[in-house]
């Protein structure tokens, strides 16, 4: 080729690369899509077959709390101007994060954290799936290990289910 034209085309590649940088910025603002309003926390899809398996609690959509089913998590520090309200958030959030750990695939439940006083206590429904010895170590050692935590007394009330499929309310 000859080396005029090659220059040529050198030079509109660097004011390409010059310009380019400045039609970026000049363009960038705040994006105008219009509003979804769809309310979709709290419920699930339902599937083409019908076979995922839903709990009491998770048939119920987000709006019958209080009516059909109960809160996760009971406590005063939601009242208007009460104290500790983010430590108590922030305290339930690492309570429930350690029972998944620990309990891995044995809760077929939702953890239910109740406070009284400066008692919490744990409840739920587990899987029959380990041996009653390997059921009272864990429950010592979750008791013990978020006493020491959270600096309060830790109890567990847990009930036992023999299947998973035992606490399937409905599929969808």
């Not at 926390?41 to 599937?47: C, D, E, F, N, S």
Request: charged fraction near 25%.
């Amino acid at each position: 080729m000859d080396p005029k034209i090659l220059s040529k085309m050198a030079a509109s590649m660097r004011v390409v690369s010059e310009v380019a940088p400045l039609y970026r910025i000049a363009f960038r603002g705040l994006s105008t899509t219009p509003a979804c309003c769809k309310v979709q926390a709290g419920r699930y899809k339902i599937t083409l077959q019908q076979n995922k398996p839903l709990t009491y609690e998770q048939a119920h959509p987000p709006y019958r709390i209080g009516v059909c089913k109960g809160w996760n998590s009971w406590n005063t520090s939601n009242l208007h101007e009460a104290p500790r309200a983010c430590e108590t958030t922030f305290e339930d959030s690492f309570i429930r994060k350690f029972i998944f750990g620990t309990w891995h695939g044995l809760f077929v439940s939702e953890v239910i954290i109740k406070r009284r006083h400066n008692m919490v206590i744990l409840s739920g429904l587990v899987q029959r799936s380990v041996s009653a010895r390997k059921m009272y170590f864990l429950i010592g050692y979750t008791e013990e290990l978020l006493s020491r935590f959270l600096k309060c007394v830790v109890k567990m009330e847990l009930q036992t289910v023999r299947d998973r499929k035992d606490v399937v309310f409905k599929y969808i």
